[in-house]
């Protein structure tokens, strides 16, 4: 009964996700942008920029489907059924985390400025005590 009432009902919505998915990305990284001059140093730049946002978006549908495979496999009638909830509640829960991690946090700037806070946060300067 489970079968029909979460299992196939949800790998229906997966696989248009994934169709979707594709679509989306084959759509942006084949298509020219009008009226856009090609020259050999704007190939290149277009180039990395392509590379790093299909970078970016694999990061992300494997970040995002792994936490559905452990899903799945809770339906499993085996006894690593609790193990696998607990591992897609933890994975759920983290995924905010991990996009900030993944689409901010990768930034150089960005990293730098945070490290500056947390310098600037020493136990001396918590405590009150400064230099």
């Known amino acids: 009964m489970m079968l029909y009432l979460v ?5 229906i919505v997966l696989s248009c996700n994934l169709l979707l998915y594709l679509w989306t990305v084959i759509n942006f ?4 942008r ?13 180039y990395k920029e392509a590379k790093r946002r299909l970078k970016f978006s694999v990061i992300l549908f494997v970040m995002f489907g ?12 085996s006894d690593v059924s609790l193990a696998f909830a607990y591992i897609f509640t933890i994975f759920n ?8 991690i993944v689409s901010i946090g990768r930034k150089k700037a960005i990293r730098e400025s945070i490290q500056e806070t947390f310098v600037k946060l020493t136990p001396t300067t918590i405590i009150g005590y400064s230099k």
Do not use: D, Y
């Open 7 to 11: 299992i196939i009902p949800a790998a």
């Open 29 to 32: 990284f084949s298509k020219k």
């Open 34 to 46: 009008p009226g856009e001059k090609v020259t050999r140093n704007k190939n290149k730049q277009q």
């Open 66 to 77: 792994i936490t559905w495979i452990f899903g799945f496999l809770i339906f499993n009638s």
């Open 93 to 100: 829960s983290l995924q905010g985390f991990s996009l900030f």
